[in-house]
């Protein structure tokens, strides 16, 4: 991604080669989070806003497409039990949780048989590391240095949305929450429904873990 681009990161400026730290240019403008956060910003222009996140997002991704293939289940769920045995017992006791773990084992085989777009992966991407600076949409604490399923990070991004959207400074946006989700699967390019299944399972997996 160019650093002139519409959607960008931010232009390297040097580095400090002792301590491994690369310098990055000052970025003036707000993050999605602070826009959101604002009783002043407009939900329409919150929701433009989401749109051309996910417009960042989709250039990110498709300036390293691989194959697609379908998510790597195994993987996925040891992170869960990862997690899962990590989790204090009253977690692991609730209803909701065997519940969701129950619905994922279920699913499982369905989304092993659908193929999913695959590129390089941002690694945190939510509303806290995208900026809005004038015509730029300048996405922050870029990793890409690993690949795997866009899914990654359209379920962090959408996860981080509904945890961001109960904040108090946020919750005026809550009456639009769907039409926020809508808005950025449009910047995103659409899903197919096999997709949008595959983008369920995920989110479902990735919000028990957390």
Known sequence: MSSEAVFTIPKPVGMVEERAILVNEWVDGRSLTNLMRDWRVAGRDVANAVEKVGGWLKAFHNSQLLPPAPIDTIWATEMLEDAWAAAPESFRCSQYVEK???????????????????SWVHGDFKSDNIMMAGSRVVGLDTSANYENTILLDVS?????????????????????????????KIGCGGFTKSIEFCSVWFRLLAAIRL
């Open 100 to 118: 969701g773990i129950a619905l994922l084992q279920d699913k499982r085989q369905r989304v092993n048989e659908i193929d999913v777009p695959v």
């Open 156 to 184: 962090h991004f959408l996860n981080h949305l509904d945890l961001s959207l109960l904040d108090p400074r946020a919750i005026r946006l809550l009456p639009r929450r769907q039409a926020l989700i809508d808005r950025f």
